[in-house]
């Protein structure tokens, strides 16, 4: 399950009126090998693809990709505004550390 604070789910709602985005889009989350700590979060904007796992919440959707499920499972998606960074943010429970940029992380170790 992928969890959206009040703040992420307000800023997707956002997001989506504002890019005119068709019905049944979401906020697409997947994971992809890269970045500076092993793997990188991808994001964005899109429909679902067949066997992506759809969460909703007060009417916004995350839709996590098929081969990303596992590595996102129980994770919690904020959204940050500070004078630095600003963007969606993840808590992942399955990153040992995330790099400085909080874009890419490196997965616990499984054995």
Known sequence: MIQLTDNAVCQLRRLLTENDAPAGSGLRLAIERGGCAGLQYSMRVAQPSEGDQIF?????SVIVAADSLEMLD?????????????GFKIENPHAARSCGCGTSFEPKSTG
């Open 56 to 60: 909703t919440r007060d009417g916004v």
């Open 74 to 86: 129980g994770s919690q998606i904020d959204f940050v505004d500070s004078l630095n960074d600003s």
